[in-house]
């Protein structure tokens, strides 16, 4: 399966812990983005991203979150100190190095904060 | 600033019967693209379309068909015949700006 994947699938964190995401984008495809997903709620753009660049990051808390795509391996999507509030799903979605082509989207991380 | 507005949360209807998912878009560009996503009850999601802001022709595919009105920053999208299978959230985007979606139930 050459689509973007997305590991762990499940992740369960204790308060204060450090939650760590990652996304490896489809094969050829520059352009990452992440997104939260409150249960119920609809999808809320955090970063966008192209290699060893932060395009966009209007989403993102100022504090605690951050985000990378190095050179080599995947996006990687952190969170600090995690709270009860960040439980939710982060999907990440890549695209080509063409702007505005669709996005193809992982299966998403559901982070459960405990 | 880019924004889009999904003003329906959620829409019921019965199956066989037409729906239309209403979606309001603003930005400043000249040039964009819209998007549609569906977003099924397994959670994935899934693309539709995309449209460029110059191409204002109305697209159909099968059941699907989406409506694109410039004047009205309106980028509208209808189920025909709707069946079961049809129920998800269904998202608009506008670049990668993402709507709130509005979340369709088909009931037999």
């Known amino acids: 399966n050459a689509g973007v994947m997305q590991n762990p699938r499940h992740l369960v964190r204790r308060r204060g812990q450090e939650a760590r995401l990652r996304c490896s984008p489809m094969k050829g495809h520059s352009h990452v983005y992440w997104y939260r997903q409150l249960p119920e709620e609809g999808l809320k753009f955090m970063v966008y991203l192209q290699k060893e660049n932060i395009i966009d990051e209007s989403g993102m808390p100022k504090e605690r979150f951050s985000a990378e795509f190095p050179k080599e391996g995947p996006s990687i999507l952190r969170i600090q100190q995690v709270v009860r509030g960040d439980s939710a799903a982060y999907f990440c979605a890549s695209s080509l190095p063409t702007e505005n082509t669709e996005a193809f989207f992982g299966q998403g991380t559901r982070l459960t904060v405990v | 600033a880019q924004k889009v507005t999904q003003a329906q949360t959620e829409i019921s209807v019965v199956e066989k019967e037409d729906v239309t998912l209403d979606c309001v878009y603003e930005t400043r560009d000249t040039t964009y693209y819209l998007f549609w996503y569906k977003q099924p009850p397994s959670g994935e999601l899934v693309f539709l379309i995309r449209?460029?802001?110059?191409?204002?022709q109305n697209e159909i595919s099968g059941r699907y068909s989406w409506n694109f009105q410039k004047s009205t920053s309106s980028f509208n999208f209808t189920i025909t015949a709707s069946q079961v299978v049809d129920s998800a959230v269904y998202f608009c985007?506008?670049?990668?700006?993402f709507g709130s979606g509005t979340k369709l139930n088909v009931k037999p």
């Open positions: 449209r460029n802001s110059f191409d204002e």
């Open positions: 985007a506008l670049s990668f700006y």
